[in-house]
């Protein structure tokens, strides 16, 4: 899929480098609209589940989680696009960006075909099944399922040109959109009314994007295998990851019920704030890395691509996210004292995406570098780990805080294989110290965490701020990892 050998020089490739010069500035600008975007996602969610109440949220949840499922349809062909747009792009010729739009046009038509015959199933099942919570859900899939893989093919096009600014501004609107229909409809008609938004939401979207693509669908056989080759592996990985990231909720909702899926379907949603800030990296760099993998070689682009971005993220992600975990529950205790029961589970889940960060930075460089496949050998041991750990805190009655520390452990184990991927990729000396270092923060950060769980108070202010100050003392023994981290981030600015 990728050649290590430098190809002749060329116009695009001159100026491909996973350094890219202003990419911090791009990440700053990136990350002031991909807040605002998560911040209205993050209040759709906030407040549907003050308007519908924890039973009715639960079930909003689950919906949610069978639309995380549907784009596994398409078997990664949007994923494969990605790597082709740039890839061509960057060998500059005419010849090379022709192909580019007939693979785009090609995953046009291949995600049509399968996002309506999804779209047919989940509505055929819903005539089939006799649970009431099941038959909605599925027949808003049905609905919603078709909409939504439109805009994702889109807005993966735009991202894959670099247009980052219209990109930003369609993720703004979307996100408006969605959550102004969602909520407004869940407060005159109940969940009914929010699924109705969501579609509403959706078709809205699909015209804001109508000109940011090629809409004209074409299958041509040569680009969809090239497509498949490269976006089944990362499909097989997705359905894993998707699986690895909903499989606790679904533990929840088997062993708790709707009720209390809601209630920890929120503390994930709290904690799930800062998971966007490594998708922010990974959307302004992506480009950078797979054009350096493919002119200049797989070796120094990785090395690069692990020293600029997934090491210091790996150093600095962890001390920053244990601050927010310990401030996270006195605040909810103010502010939201009817779900203060996920606020131990919220506490831990946050390192999560910590870890899924360190995953999703280091992800691009093992596809940029031809071994995907690794990947969904990691996710299914990760998926195995997470239900084992879900299943036995309902079992010995441990609480939800362990069903969250399940799915930490579950993502600390894919990053562990991507860094170690990664290492050896960039031949690096010392690859087992490599992965130790960039997992070690994590584990501090995350004992640390639990330990002042245990000796103050969360739920109060004083008893917070106490926390807060043992905690950043106890991050002095990995200060030298940090202040690394911070001099490696701030030299690819």
Not at 319 to 340: D, N, Q, S, T, V
Request: glycine share 8%.
């Amino acid at each position: 899929m990728t050649e290590s050998a430098a190809l002749p020089t060329s116009p695009a490739s001159s100026e491909i480098s996973s350094a890219r010069p202003g990419r911090g500035r791009r990440i700053a600008l990136y990350a002031a609209t991909r807040g605002t975007t998560e911040g209205m996602r993050s209040m759709r969610g906030l407040l549907l589940a003050i308007v519908l109440g924890p039973r009715a949220f639960g079930i909003w949840t689950l919906f949610r989680i069978f639309m995380r499922y549907t784009p596994l349809s398409g078997l990664g062909v949007q994923r494969g696009l990605e790597l082709q747009i740039v890839q061509e792009r960057a060998l500059g010729d005419a010849e090379a960006i022709e192909r580019s739009k007939l693979s785009a046009r090609t995953t046009l038509g291949w995600i049509i075909a399968t996002a309506i015959a999804t779209s047919f199933l989940a509505l055929t099942a819903s005539f089939v099944v006799t649970d009431d919570t099941w038959r909605l859900a599925l027949r808003a899939v049905s609905l919603g399922v078709v909409l939504e893989e439109l805009w994702v093919y889109a807005t993966t096009y735009l991202r894959a040109l670099r247009e980052l600014r219209r990109y930003a501004l369609l993720e703004i609107a979307n996100a408006t959109l969605h959550l102004v229909a969602a909520v407004g409809m869940a407060k005159l008609f109940g969940l009914r009314g929010a699924i109705a938004g969501f579609v509403i939401g959706a078709l809205a979207s699909l015209w804001t994007v109508r000109n940011c693509a090629p809409f004209r669908p074409a299958l041509a056989k040569a680009q969809l295998r090239r497509l498949l080759n490269i976006g089944i592996p990362l499909a097989l990985s997705s359905a894993l990851t998707i699986a690895l990231g909903t499989a606790d909720r679904l533990v929840v909702a088997a062993y708790g019920g709707a009720t209390t899926l809601g209630l920890y379907a929120f503390g994930v949603s709290i904690a799930g704030l800062a998971a966007s800030f490594a998708w922010i990296i990974r959307t302004v760099i992506f480009p950078d890395v797979y054009g350096s993998a493919r002119v200049a070689g797989a070796a120094p682009a990785m090395r690069e691509h692990l020293d600029r971005t997934v090491l210091p993220f790996a150093y600095l992600f962890p001390p920053i996210l244990g601050a927010l975990a310990l401030a996270m529950e006195p605040a909810m205790a103010l502010a939201l004292p009817r779900y203060l029961p996920a606020a131990a589970a919220a506490r831990i889940f946050i390192f999560a995406s910590a870890a899924g960060g360190i995953t999703t930075l280091g992800a691009i460089g093992v596809v940029a570098t031809g071994k995907q496949h690794a990947l969904p050998v990691l996710s299914a041991i990760a998926l195995c780990i997470n239900l084992a750990c879900s299943m036995l805190a309902f079992h010995f009655g441990a609480g939800l805080a362990l069903v969250a520390g399940g799915a930490v452990l579950a993502q600390a184990t894919i990053a562990i294989g991507v860094l170690a991927i990664l290492a050896r990729q960039a031949t690096h000396a010392r690859p087992i110290a490599l992965v130790l270092k960039g997992m070690l923060p994590l584990a501090w950060c995350v004992a640390s965490v639990v330990l002042m769980s245990r000796f103050y108070d969360p739920r109060t202010i004083a008893g917070g701020a106490a926390s807060l100050a043992t905690y950043l003392l106890l991050l002095i023994p990995i200060s030298p990892l940090m202040v690394s981290g911070f001099r490696s981030a701030r030299a690819a600015i």
